[in-house]
């Protein structure tokens, strides 16, 4: 499975695990609500789709009532398929969520776990934005010393360009030394969860997944989800 496939099932089941939607909805939270997926070739969904079926990790129901599903019959409009994790998915999204690995740390995933950091334990949250800054610093070190060789021989417009670069990723690592810092001081306090106005209530104001009642604490905020085009979503 390529990183890119990865990306995508990891981000199908976490959202597939907040509530069964059809597959127009799917690719309007993937685009609107993950924006690593601004960019994502729609072709690639339903593939993707079919093959977590065929794994048994998700189920295609019908999106009609009875009455509708014979509307539909009478009229030739294909059935929307809506599709619903299993139990199967679902543990395979625990398994997912738990992964602390390099691939959790590179640009395209990071972004897309940390959206579902609501869902996260808070182990799992401080190893991934830990990889994440450790890889950071390593690249700014790489673009500091590249900008010390290459200074005299670049324009300025290439020079500002370079510049831009390295102040992107600066502000990144303060970020996430700052998310770190939240996530240890809501660690310390004995286990409780941080109430509204004490550091580490919530880290950021990031795209979270909003926690659910039992699951771990953690940054959150209501991504909300896209209202369906009924006329797009059919079988493929």
């Known amino acids: 499975m390529s990183r890119r ?7 199908v089941l976490g959202l597939l695990r907040e509530a069964p939607m059809h597959g127009y909805e799917l690719r309007k939270r993937l685009n609107t609500s993950l924006g690593v997926f601004r960019a994502f070739s729609y072709g690639s969904l339903y593939p993707c789709l079919k093959t977590l079926v065929r794994q048994g990790w998700l189920t295609e129901e019908s999106g009609y009532g009875p009455e509708e599903a014979v509307a539909a019959t009478l009229t030739g409009r294909r059935a929307r398929i809506v599709y619903r994790l299993t139990a199967e998915g679902k543990e395979r999204f625990e398994e997912l969520l738990a992964q602390t690995g390099p691939d959790a740390w590179e640009d395209e995933h990071f972004g897309v776990r940390f959206a579902f950091f609501g869902q996260t334990s808070r182990d799992v949250r401080m190893r991934v934005l830990e990889g994440r800054r450790s890889r950071l610093e390593e690249r700014l070190d790489r673009m500091r010393a590249s900008l010390a060789r290459t200074r005299e021989k670049l324009d300025d417009y290439t020079l500002e360009l370079q510049r831009h670069g390295m102040e ?3 502000r990144e690592v303060r970020w996430l030394n700052e998310l770190i ?13 941080p109430t509204s106005g004490e550091p580490g209530a919530r880290a950021t104001s990031g795209p979270a997944v909003p926690s659910s009642p039992g699951e771990p604490d953690g940054p959150s905020r209501d991504r909300g989800a896209v209202g369906p085009d009924p006329s797009e979503d059919t079988t493929t």
């Open 181 to 193: 810092e939240s996530e240890r001081e809501g660690r310390d306090r004995r286990g409780r969860r």
């Open 168 to 170: 992107s990723v600066e």
């Open 5 to 11: 496939s990865g990306v995508l099932e990891f981000a």
